[in-house]
């Protein structure tokens, strides 16, 4: 356990690593970083003084090494439009991302376990049916046009929940179902497949043989052990929920922190969409790591 | 095909009674499959099949409801937009984004990612830990994420949706593949083929490819859904196609507007886009059902 734990952890901090090269690279590919950097016209005189503020002018390792180093201890520059920290940004809008996926992550557990365990029970009978259609359905909707048509309906036309901004529980309802849509989807389809693979094993054989009840069979013998996959996919989904939210938090005028990226591509702000991808896929390679060790505590035939 | 699948089919259901099912017309594959073919046939055809320019329109026909309501006329069947443009028309110019969405998506980068696939999987060494450490990198950025930077830098356009497109699309293959190489390359008929003198590129061709070609054809199916909702969604953020070329999400975008008035805009291309989806992973399922069970975790999108 050990061994594997040091290896992953590794593994991880080097793609940490070669992630920022890239966030660095994709800066470099536009042309000149000081006017990436810098929106708006500027004057030469102004470039000039950001290239000298920033050392961009030293060659480009030297560079990277300053942002690797800069971004290490917190420091992801200055946005222009806020006239703050970026790092700042992030920790005030962090919250409410943190909210809407930890909502979502709790309707895709709610809603998509018990289903498919009751479509594996009920195997080919009209609630597996159903439960097949509606997996079918989130994994094909886009969740901006779900999140534009739950508005349509419920507060356009029925009134019940806010159609945009962040005002309590009912304004978390309808972004927290357009973002889950897919997960509920994913995790749906994978409770089903792997609670039908477990029920049709040999120790559910006997257990049944013994005269357990169908309950102890189905909740003590079957989803113990379809639970270790499901959990994975839990995790990995959790990484997607939080991209995910870029999207939704658009749609719902929701002050997260994909709102905040998106809101500065369009207003030419690039430090602070460097500063959330550089986050987000952090957070996402971490998450990831945590699923694999959780696999790995979980699984015992799991080791390396 | 239809014989062979027809009597595949009387095996698999085996606890549904089988003589019910025998008279049931089969919906799947062949409502996905028709429903692809009409996207590819329109996207093709659409300046014949479309009845207006979907560019221009006049204001005076502003905001007109689909041909079924009260207020609508046939000249305009799913009614028009805020600028007194065809939504048919649209819709059917859009097509043409989401296929060659697809195009660069699944063909393109599937090419790419086989090749690298076959190649790393099959030489392995340096060369393959190399390749798979940046496969693992570009996979551990959430693709919503690098199209942010990348766009942010690059600026809002087809061209740079489809290169984000491309730069993370062909890992998902290439991982696929190279499992898959690496499983055969140690295969009897492979070792056969080396000890009779075969060059690496003809066993790679002859002897590797032909084993991968259902994998390859499933997850680039069960892909389709993935590029095109991809595309959609930065188009609606306003960082893909730029107005006034039609694409669906811009369409559904610009429909956001006027969602209190007039709810076709917004709803009449999402559903063409869930149909499109929804096709393209049942066709998915249905042939990872049919060609390669092991893949039965990877999942539509």
Redesign the interface.
Known sequence: MGQFLIVRAA?SV??IL??TV??FA??R??GDPAE?LIPGEVPTERLDEYRAQWGLDDPIVVQYFRFLGNAATGDLGESFRFDQPVSELLLNRLPATLKLAAAAMAITIVVAIPLGVVAAIY??TPIDTIAQTLA??G???????LG??L??IFS?NLGWFPAAGDSGLTSLILPAISLSA?AVA?VT??TR?SMLDVLDSEYIKLARAKGLSEAAVIFKHALRNASI?IITVLGLQL??L???S??VE?IFNWPGIGRL??D???AAD?TV??G??LF??IA??LI?LGVDLLYAVLDPRIRY | MAVTTGEREQVV?A??GRKKRRFRPRLIPHVPIAILVIVVAVAILAPLLAPHDPARGTLVDSLLPPAWDADGTIEYPLGTDANGRDVLSRLIYGTRISAIVVVFGVILTGLIGTAVGLLAGYFGGVWDAILM??V???L???????A???????GASLQNVLLVIVITAWVGYARIIRAEALRLRNADHVLLARVGGCGWFRILRVHIFPNVVNTLVVYATLTI?TVV?YE??LS????GVRPPDASW?GM?SEG?GH??TA?WL??IP?IA??LL??S???LGDWLRDRLDPRL??V???
């Open positions: 593994q080097v793609t070669l992630v890239i966030i994709v800066t590919i536009s990436l195997r080919g079918l359905v994994q094909g909707v886009p969740a901006f046009w534009l048509i508005v349509l356009v897919f994913v389809r994978l497949s996959p990484g997607l939080l991209s995910g870029v999207v658009t990226a998106v500065a591509i369009f690039y969409v460097q959330v991808v987000g896929a996402f390679v990831n | 259901p606890e549904l450490r940046l693992d990198t570009i551990s950025i959430p693709p919503v994420l690098l942010l930077a990348i766009i942010g830098a690059l859904a909702i959609a969604s609606f953020l306003g960082l999400g559904i956001r969602m209190n709810w917004t709803v999402g886009l869930l989806c929804v393209a992973n049942l039965r975790n999942g539509g999108s």
